[in-house]
């Protein structure tokens, strides 16, 4: 079985341009997470998603959205581009969400996005 | 808050020694942790978890864990280290406000010499 995909594998944008991510989870996976990784730091939460819902939210300005579809692969936008937004953005999938049960997050390869 | 410390920023060992990366963590209640792994230009690989149970954690390519509640760590070992594991380390720990949300550390970077 594949793991998780991401596309594209890297990306350049300018400042205040707009950017989507997509993410797609293992089979059989329903959940999708989405961190940021910048360079030299460990990756930091952004959103969670099941069942087509957002279940968590990290620290990040509204300028990042996210939404699930209904084959539970994923998007990740994000408006008015900053330099600092330059990072890997990591998708991963998860078997299942339950509130007070943590499943194993598999991690696709990222999409490298630099900012200009 | 909860938090994660890897006080290490880069841990040399010789091939065939045995390795240890250190982690340890703040959380509130009790904690599930994790080691990821990742190589240049790919993403994290999950390697072991923690959630109850045995104090020591066995794990994917020969790592193993050892969770030590008195001294909330958890610390990455493995017998004998291989060129091939060189590489960075991240541990993590489950927010218990967000059950999906992992906060990682600021990874550990792995140098095997042969």
């Known amino acids: 079985d594949a793991g998780v995909t991401q596309s594209p594998t890297h990306l350049i944008k300018t400042r205040g341009q707009q950017v989507t991510l997509r993410c797609s989870p293992i089979?059989?996976?329903?959940?999708v997470s989405w961190y940021q990784q910048v360079l030299g730091q460990g990756p930091q939460f952004i959103f969670q998603?099941?069942?087509?819902?957002?279940?968590g939210r990290g620290n990040f300005p509204d300028r990042f959205s996210a939404r699930q579809f209904p084959n539970y692969s994923s998007e990740l936008n994000v408006n008015a581009l900053l330099l600092g937004d330059s990072a890997l953005y990591l998708c991963?999938?998860?078997?299942?969400?339950?509130?007070?049960?943590?499943?194993?997050?598999?991690f696709g390869p990222g999409t490298r996005l630099t900012v200009t | 808050a909860q938090s994660v410390a890897q006080p290490e920023d880069q841990v040399n060992v010789a091939e065939g020694n045995p390795l240890t990366v250190k982690c340890t963590y703040s959380?509130?209640?009790?904690?599930?942790l994790f080691w990821y792994v990742q190589y240049p230009n790919r993403g994290l690989q999950f390697l072991l978890k923690?959630?109850?149970?045995?104090?020591l954690v066995k794990g994917s390519y020969g790592f193993e864990a050892e969770f030590n509640k008195s001294q909330t760590s958890f610390h990455l070992k493995k017998p004998s280290a291989l060129v091939s594991d060189s590489a960075l380390y991240f541990c993590?720990?489950?927010?218990?406000?967000?059950?999906?949300?992992?906060?990682f550390g600021q990874g550990t970077t792995l140098q095997v010499k042969p």
């Open positions: 991963a999938s998860s078997l299942n969400f339950y509130y007070g049960f943590s499943y194993e997050q598999y």
């Open positions: 089979s059989g996976h329903k959940s």
């Open positions: 993590a720990v489950r927010d218990p406000s967000n059950t999906g949300k992992l906060i």
């Open positions: 923690y959630i109850t149970g045995d104090n």
């Open positions: 998603y099941y069942e087509k819902e957002e279940r």
């Open positions: 959380v509130s209640g009790n904690p599930y």
